[in-house]
């Protein structure tokens, strides 16, 4: 059994599209997060959410944004896509606290 | 904020030889230090982890310490083998606050068969 699922596993679109992207976690954790890896292998935060607060990391473009309809799930929504979105795009889920993280497989983001 | 050093951003070793990666923080209200493993084309994945009220941590071949005064702390890996190949990240989280981790910016491990 999967514990955090995200779908598509590729995406391939054009500039200037809008896509999201969908997280589920069956682990009954109350944190979810998002994050951007890029070619570098860089993990950077985009986003953190529990059923209390949306934590937005500034540097994250407002193109970007989080729906989440309940606390198993985290979607990502991308307006207007560009070039340099091109990634791959990681969700997480932890409990609340410093606790390990559990990620998701990714979701590779290519702009044509 | 927390800021989070690692080194070395690669390391190449031969097999059974041991390998160490070490990384620094900022913040001193750090207290929780993870450490994933990332193969290629994979998710990150736990693979040890350790809090501030211990200093040192083993599983099998692999090992964290943390150095809480001088703000460091190290994984070692020992009897390395050819599937030890993948991006290490390191990672400090705070005590209170968003619990948000900061991450290292990785090192590539590749054992020599």
């Known amino acids: 059994d999967t514990a955090v699922s995200q779908t598509p596993k590729y995406l391939v679109t054009q500039m200037g599209n809008d896509k999201s992207i969908k997280c589920e976690q069956n682990?009954?954790?109350?944190?979810m997060y998002w994050y951007k890896q890029d070619s570098k292998k860089f993990l950077k935060i985009m986003f953190s959410?529990?059923?209390?607060?949306?934590?937005i990391n500034e540097t994250v473009p407002n193109r970007f944004s989080p729906k989440s309809p309940d606390k198993a799930h985290l979607n990502l929504h991308i307006n207007s896509l560009e070039l340099g979105d091109s990634a791959v795009y990681f969700c997480?889920?932890?409990?609340?606290?410093?606790?390990?993280?559990?990620f998701g497989d990714g979701t590779r983001l290519s702009i044509l | 904020g927390e800021n989070v050093e690692q080194h070395p951003s690669t390391l190449s070793v031969q097999e059974g030889d041991s390998a160490v990666i070490k990384c620094t923080y900022s913040?001193?209200?750090?207290?929780?230090f993870p450490w994933y493993k990332q193969e290629l084309g994979k998710r990150p994945q736990l693979i040890i982890d350790?809090?501030?009220?211990?200093g040192e941590k083993k599983d099998q071949r692999i090992a964290v310490t943390l150095n809480k005064t001088a703000k460091h702390f190290s994984l070692h890996i020992t009897e390395t083998q050819p599937e030890d190949s993948a991006v290490y990240f390191c990672?400090?989280?705070?005590?209170?606050?968003?619990?948000?981790?900061?991450f290292g910016r990785g090192t590539s491990l590749i054992v020599h068969p």
């Open positions: 997480a889920s932890s409990s609340t606290g410093a606790r390990p993280q559990h």
């Open positions: 913040d001193s209200a750090s207290n929780y």
């Open positions: 682990l009954g954790h109350d944190t």
């Open positions: 990672a400090a989280t705070q005590s209170g606050g968003s619990y948000i981790p900061t």
């Open positions: 959410y529990n059923n209390k607060e949306l934590i």
């Open positions: 350790i809090r501030s009220n211990v």
